[in-house]
């Protein structure tokens, strides 16, 4: 065989391994990217889960609390507000996760609060209606906790592959950029002051 032949058949063989390396970096950087776009949706199926449960828990202590009407609103203004912003799974950047987590935090907030006028009223600790909506919130915060964790752990993986060599390469040339971690506020380190 020639020189020229081998030389060839080396540099067709290095093409070929490319290749095949270069497919395979895209589409584990693809299966990474997905993974993370299916925790973001899960972290915001529990959010809606919520969303969905405050109504009901409202119109129940309604019932007992009529003059509570201030928290009452706080909760109904930071579940509009929570439910109005959302964050597109493709487009995970620090300033719009941060802007979803702070209203998802006030909501939080109003929460811990409406749950706390429970004290006040011994008729509603023992309403069975508010205690089954009361143990469904708390489940939902559970999964919430829950959600959020797996989304970082999705998020950490994706973010090592697009900045590990080579995937760092070919994720730059195929637009596959850092994604922001799920942080909790600076808030939440924070009680909520219930004041009668």
């Known amino acids: 065989m020639k020189k020229s032949t081998v030389s060839l058949l080396v540099i067709a063989g290095l093409l070929v391994i490319i290749i095949f390396s270069s497919i395979s970096i895209y589409n584990k950087l693809v299966r990474y990217d997905e993974a993370t776009q299916s925790a973001w949706g ?21 019932g007992y609390a009529k003059h509570e009407s201030g928290t009452l609103e706080a909760v109904i203004a930071a579940r509009a507000k929570a439910t109005q912003i959302t ?11 941060k802007e979803y987590q702070a209203a998802q935090g006030q909501l939080s907030s109003a929460l811990g ?3 706390m006028i429970k004290e006040s009223y011994p008729d509603l600790k023992a309403n069975q209606n508010f205690l089954d909506l009361q143990a469904q919130l708390e489940g939902t915060e559970n999964r919430i906790t829950e959600e959020r964790r ?6 950490q993986e994706y973010n090592k592959a697009v900045r590990s060599f080579p995937a760092s390469i070919f994720a730059g040339m195929f637009g596959f950029q850092k994604k922001a971690y799920f ?6 380190a924070n009680a909520p002051q219930i004041q009668f």
Not at 150 to 155: A, L, P, R
Not at 183 to 188: L, R
């Open 113 to 115: 609060k409406l749950m």
């Open 183 to 188: 942080e909790a506020e600076a808030s939440a």
């Open 87 to 97: 964050v597109d799974a493709s487009n995970l950047t620090p300033a719009k996760l």
């Open 150 to 155: 797996k989304f970082n752990e999705v998020v």
């Open 42 to 62: 899960q972290v915001q199926n529990v959010y809606k889960r919520r969303a969905d449960l405050i109504p009901n828990l409202v119109a129940t202590v309604k």
